[in-house]
């Protein structure tokens, strides 16, 4: 932020009190797609409109008439979320108002696998909207099963021996659509997550921000530990925090490069790992950051 013209770096306390969502939603405790949601909205503010296909954040959102989102909220159908974004952003368009961010927010399965094909579509139309993946790495309401987005090894409910294939990256195939914003985030990083969201909703065209978020359900941690499991993902590298403004890439934070065995072994969805399945999660880590050795 500017302040008498200088850039000064953002606080905690430059973050308003006041929670457009949060009080009264029905997630778990801990829950690290709520705690996104919550320090989003701080910074996307009351002009916001929120679309969201079925989710585990579309069912902890509200029971019966009321929400947790101060704001509109517009549950869709689980194809679509995108795509609904879009058609809100061509009517506030065709009634010449400007100052509304609009933000399709779906869950990894809404977001890479189910509801893939309109999202590609509104980034390829450079649809002035923000796309959120909250990304918990399986699909939570429905009871835990992988999809593209649960990473090598993990076990899930469908795959008890754990997962055979990575996960798709998700921000590489954002980027390859050559929109102007893209940037990863987590919980355990507000400000770095605020900063982006800031980006995002200045920019005037598409948007993504992929969110790690982690579940107490399904990565079996204790609840009082997702945002120092989404700490320990960014710290060993396993999660890495970077954005994209007009294909160049920035790294947003280095990492301490902690073992991954710390972030790995701090969970239930893990305990089948070999040792070998680790030291080769910690060489493609070590690969990716140009680094010769674990520590
Ligand atoms: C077309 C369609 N297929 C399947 C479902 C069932 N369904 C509801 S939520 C969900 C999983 C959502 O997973 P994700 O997007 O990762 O969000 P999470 O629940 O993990 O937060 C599924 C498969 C549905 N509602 N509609």
Redesign the pocket.
């Known amino acids: 932020m500017r302040k008498g013209g200088e850039l000064v770096k953002m606080t905690l306390k430059d973050l308003p009190q006041q929670d457009l969502f949060g009080p009264g939603n029905a997630g778990c405790r801990g829950c690290g797609?709520a705690i996104a949601g919550r320090q989003a909205m701080k910074v996307l503010g009351a002009r916001t409109i929120i679309t969201m296909?079925?989710?585990?954040?579309a069912t902890l959102s509200g029971l019966n008439q009321k929400t947790a989102w101060s704001i509109p909220f517009y549950h869709t159908?689980?194809?679509i979320a995108p795509a609904v974004s879009s058609g809100i952003r061509a009517s506030l368009e065709a009634q010449g108002i400007k100052d509304v961010n609009v933000v399709s927010w779906?869950?990894?399965?809404?977001?890479a696998d189910?509801g893939f094909q309109s999202l590609s579509g509104a980034a390829e139309r450079n649809d002035n909207i923000i796309h959120v993946c909250?990304d918990?790495e399986?699909?939570?309401?429905?009871g835990g099963q992988s999809?593209s987005q649960t990473p090598i090894y993990a076990m899930t409910s469908n795959q008890q021996k754990g997962k055979r294939t990575g996960k798709k990256d998700m921000l590489k195939i954002m980027v390859a659509h050559d929109v102007g914003y893209v940037a990863s985030a987590t919980i355990s990083h507000p400000l770095d997550l605020a900063e982006k969201f800031k980006k995002a909703a200045a920019h005037d065209g598409f948007s993504y921000i992929h969110i790690m978020a982690p579940?107490y359900r399904g990565w079996n941690i204790p609840t009082d530990q997702s945002v120092a499991t989404a700490r320990k993902a960014v710290e060993s590298g396993f999660w890495e925090l970077y954005e994209v403004v007009d294909g160049k890439k920035t790294r947003t934070h280095e990492p301490s490069f902690i073992p991954v065995s710390e972030y790995l072994m701090s969970q239930g969805r893990f305990k089948n790992l070999s040792t070998e399945q680790v030291k080769e999660i910690q060489d493609a880590v070590n690969s990716h950051f140009g680094r010769k050795e674990a520590k």
Request: proline fraction near 4%; glycine fraction near 12%.
């Open positions: 797609a296909p079925a989710s585990c954040m159908l689980f194809e779906a869950g990894d399965a809404g977001t189910i909250y918990n399986m699909y939570m309401n429905t999809g579940c």
